[in-house]
């Protein structure tokens, strides 16, 4: 089993910027895709970007690149099994639970309104509030 923990959530301004933390633990091994995901009020879960072990990261499109950064946390012995997520710039818009995952092989290909598919080691969440 893979234990995925988000930490770092909070109330903040709109302008202000936020840095999640993700850590993944248990049975990594097989879980070499990590990503994260948010979901606003009312609205479907969406993906943000993912990382596949030392690769790349990959944005959902660039309007999110623009402000969001996905990185590993190289402080740690198993930066691997971690993903940070800063958020800049933040809009109220911005507000949403955003939940961690892993998965086995990052969906590279897949229509990105089908990406949770893929996942099946979720945390339990982190809530943003953004105020204007």
């Known amino acids: 089993q893979v234990q995925v923990v988000e930490s770092g959530g909070g109330s903040v301004q709109a302008g202000e910027s936020l840095t999640l933390s993700c850590v993944a633990s248990?049975?990594?091994?097989?879980?070499?895709?990590m990503a994260w995901f948010r979901r606003g009020p009312g609205q479907v879960r969406e993906v943000i970007g993912c990382?596949?072990?030392?690769?790349?990261?990959?944005?959902?499109?660039?309007s999110v690149k623009a402000r969001f950064t996905l990185s590993r946390d190289d402080s740690r012995d198993d930066a691997l099994n971690t993903l940070n997520l800063r958020l800049d710039s933040l809009k109220a818009e911005d507000t949403a639970i955003y939940y961690c995952?892993?998965?086995?092989?990052?969906?590279?290909?897949?229509?990105?309104?089908?990406?949770?598919?893929?996942?099946?080691?979720w945390g339990q969440g982190t809530q943003v509030a953004v105020s204007s």
């Open positions: 990382v596949y072990r030392g690769g790349a990261t990959s944005y959902r499109d660039d």
């Open positions: 995952a892993a998965a086995r092989y990052c969906p590279y290909g897949t229509p990105w309104s089908e990406y949770e598919r893929a996942f099946d080691s």
């Open positions: 248990g049975s990594t091994r097989g879980r070499g895709c």
